[in-house]
């Protein structure tokens, strides 16, 4: 599989094995974290009764919302997930962007795993803001003291040295992984220019194929990345205590519909765009943009929810609207660069795709020197 990607250019093999190395390591810590998150939310669940009528015992100690703490804690677990799926997506993107010689692609790589870098780092704080201690009594207070009084005590934040060597790891694996791409970046520089040739025009509109094909794989991982938030959060405030308590039809009609428009927009318009490329096919195209801004102005309404309807959203505001705001940017760039790449149908892109994806560009030859490589600048 290895030798199928990286032909004999050995920058390439290091980079899938690089990748393959964090995405086993990272998985394997990150999974650690979710388990003991697990753990300690059951914890705070089991403790919230007993902490609550401790409280009510003392009428001047303030009752703060047990549904915001249990929704607080259970929604965490879903971004530790959503990280377990983002190293395999950078894996899945690396081996992508080795069979087609992406070169932008690759230089998106880097900056997802600088993405993940910062995200490593927020999910300690994320983690120990479940639990704020607070001068006087409250209900946080008396649910940590439930922690200490346990016979044999599960700590709370018990995953915290587990979160720290994957903010160590992270570093070291982002920077070797950007050092790689420096070295791929020349690489396969000189094999698509060997592929295309001299043409500035035809340079040109791959390089705008490129980046089409890579935002839209962005666009996947981040719409699913939201749904899977959302869906989350609805999903609590039907099983138990939230902030937000929904009936059964009501979760229902809300799960039906985002999950309808969820995959029209993860699979249905991905693949109008996959098959209008293939095609040069200005219908499927037009269908996919015309479902794009469809998806934008869905996205837009969700945001305006989120920040409508705060007490909904505990423990999810911000990265709900992270998530949606990086669709919205993604969703504008990927209809731009759609129609640019509508208008350069029948241009001949086609032909010389096929040539520098395809396996007869094996084995690759690692050229030096800015006048032998082709380059996106």
């Given at each position: 599989?290895?030798?199928?990607?990286?032909?004999?250019?050995?920058?390439?093999?290091?980079?899938?094995?690089?990748?393959?190395?964090?995405?086993?390591?990272?998985?394997?810590?990150?999974?650690?974290?979710?388990?003991?998150?697990?753990?300690?939310?059951?914890?705070?669940?089991?403790?919230?009764?007993?902490?609550?009528?401790?409280?009510?015992?003392?009428?001047?100690?303030?009752?703060?919302?047990?549904?915001?703490?249990?929704?607080?804690?259970?929604?965490?677990?879903?971004?530790?997930?959503?990280?377990?799926?983002?190293?395999?997506?950078?894996?899945?993107?690396?081996?992508?962007?080795?069979?087609?010689?992406?070169?932008?692609?690759?230089?998106?790589?880097?900056?997802?795993?600088?993405?993940?870098?910062?995200?490593?780092?927020?999910?300690?704080?994320?983690?120990?803001?479940?639990?704020?201690?607070?001068?006087?009594?409250?209900?946080?207070?008396?649910?940590?003291?439930?922690?200490?009084?346990?016979?044999?005590?599960?700590?709370?934040?018990?995953?915290?040295?587990?979160?720290?060597?994957?903010?160590?790891?992270?570093?070291?694996?982002?920077?070797?992984?950007?050092?790689?791409?420096?070295?791929?970046?020349?690489?396969?520089?000189?094999?698509?220019?060997?592929?295309?040739?001299?043409?500035?025009?035809?340079?040109?509109?791959?390089?705008?194929?490129?980046?089409?094909?890579?935002?839209?794989?962005?666009?996947?991982?981040?719409?699913?990345?939201?749904?899977?938030?959302?869906?989350?959060?609805?999903?609590?405030?039907?099983?138990?205590?939230?902030?937000?308590?929904?009936?059964?039809?009501?979760?229902?009609?809300?799960?039906?519909?985002?999950?309808?428009?969820?995959?029209?927009?993860?699979?249905?318009?991905?693949?109008?765009?996959?098959?209008?490329?293939?095609?040069?096919?200005?219908?499927?195209?037009?269908?996919?943009?015309?479902?794009?801004?469809?998806?934008?102005?869905?996205?837009?309404?969700?945001?305006?929810?989120?920040?409508?309807?705060?007490?909904?959203?505990?423990?999810?505001?911000?990265?709900?609207?992270f998530f949606l705001t990086v669709n919205l940017?993604?969703?504008?760039?990927?209809?731009?660069?759609?129609?640019?790449?509508?208008?350069?149908?029948?241009?001949?892109?086609?032909?010389?795709?096929?040539?520098?994806?395809?396996?007869?560009?094996?084995?690759?030859?690692?050229?030096?020197?800015?006048?032998?490589?082709?380059?996106?600048?």
């Open positions: 599989m290895i030798s199928k990607l990286a032909g004999d250019s050995t920058w390439s093999r290091y980079s899938l094995v690089w990748s393959g190395i964090q995405a086993v390591v990272i998985v394997a810590l990150e999974s650690v974290i979710f388990r003991l998150h697990m753990i300690e939310s059951s914890n705070i669940q089991a403790a919230i009764e007993g902490a609550t009528i401790a409280l009510q015992q003392k009428k001047s100690a303030p009752i703060t919302d047990s549904a915001v703490v249990v929704q607080t804690a259970r929604v965490l677990s879903v971004y530790h997930v959503l990280f377990i799926v983002a190293q395999l997506f950078q894996l899945i993107l690396l081996c992508d962007a080795m069979l087609n010689k992406n070169t932008i692609q690759i230089i998106a790589i880097v900056v997802f795993n600088c993405a993940m870098v910062a995200y490593a780092g927020v999910q300690v704080k994320q983690a120990y803001e479940v639990l704020v201690e607070t001068p006087e009594d409250s209900l946080v207070n008396k649910i940590l003291e439930f922690f200490e009084a346990q016979p044999t005590p599960t700590p709370y934040h018990a995953s915290l040295p587990y979160e720290i060597a994957v903010i160590v790891l992270m570093i070291i694996f982002a920077s070797g992984f950007a050092f790689i791409a420096y070295k791929l970046y020349k690489e396969f520089g000189w094999s698509i220019y060997k592929k295309i040739g001299a043409d500035l025009a035809m340079r040109d509109m791959y390089k705008v194929y490129q980046i089409f094909i890579m935002i839209l794989k962005f666009d996947i991982f981040f719409q699913l990345g939201f749904s899977a938030q959302f869906l989350s959060v609805v999903v609590l405030q039907y099983e138990g205590p939230s902030t937000v308590k929904l009936t059964m039809e009501e979760m229902r009609s809300i799960l039906i519909l985002h999950l309808i428009l969820s995959t029209g927009a993860s699979i249905i318009l991905p693949f109008l765009a996959w098959w209008g490329l293939k095609r040069e096919s200005r219908l499927s195209m037009g269908c996919f943009i015309a479902g794009g801004f469809a998806t934008l102005v869905y996205n837009i309404i969700k945001l305006n929810q989120v920040f409508a309807e705060t007490s909904r959203f505990v423990g999810a505001n911000k990265f709900l609207t940017v993604l969703g504008m760039a990927t209809m731009y660069f759609a129609w640019v790449c509508l208008k350069n149908f029948n241009n001949g892109l086609n032909a010389h795709i096929g040539k520098v994806s395809g396996t007869n560009i094996y084995p690759m030859e690692s050229v030096s020197g800015p006048t032998k490589r082709w380059s996106i600048e």
